[in-house]
């Protein structure tokens, strides 16, 4: 069975990009005679707004869409601290007190979700009186995994490429997990079989399997499409202001018809479609 999932972060009210991605998990679950269930990431800190949960039910419901509610990511905080042990025990998570500013001025490479963290804090002595996050050592990693693969559904077979991002932070300092170990762990435990999302997180799928196979967990297909774009060819975003599904439903727009019209791709004016 085909299970779906839409993710999202309760730190701003959902756009038409939203729309637009929720409803092809929705569809392509549901024409296979799949499940398609929604999940709240909330654990962004203090910008995690738990009355917005409601209005994201809301709006989905007036898009005409049906799913199936699953724990949010506030419920699971003990199955990451426990996968965190693991990949600690086997030596593959190292402490870095480097900020993002200290991290840019080394003139890093540049990798697909900015600058590729160059392993200062590897073999370094920290400071205790320091908070730190905790790296993967993608190398150590890899040379314990071999080499891997997964199958996107557009773009076909792919050889995981993690060192592309570097080694990534898995622990936040600030936060109890980061994106790429909460949503490798939460797809599992909700049995996605296809992970649908944009095509800007496609260089995190390779790092994504690279968790799956140390953890060893099941290995999903994937499906990123396409990104709606605004009149400056920007992609939509809570924190560029763009119109919020609320205050279309608010207004009285009709959210079914909406719904028809992004399943044929006829967009609002100054929306586009793009890959990034």
Known sequence: MIITRFAPSPNGLLHLGHAYSAIIAHDLACTAGGRFVLRLEDIDGARSRPE???AFRQDLAWLGLEWEEVPAQSKRLASYAEAAERLKARGLLYPCQCTRAQIAATNPAIGPEGPIYPGTCKNRTLNQDLPFAWRLDVQRALALTGPLEWIDQIAGPQ???PQLL????LLRKDEPVSYHLAVTLDDA???VTLVTRGADLFAASHLHRLLQALLDLPVP???HHNLLLDHAGRKLAKRRGS????DRRESGEDGQ???EQLRLQTFPSGISLGKS
């Open 52 to 54: 917005l949960a409601e």
């Open 159 to 161: 050889q995981a490429q």
């Open 166 to 169: 570097g080694d990534p932070v």
């Open 189 to 191: 435990a909700d049995g």
């Open 221 to 223: 297909q994937w499906h």
């Open 243 to 246: 119109p919020s599904l609320a």
């Open 257 to 259: 018809l909406l719904a």
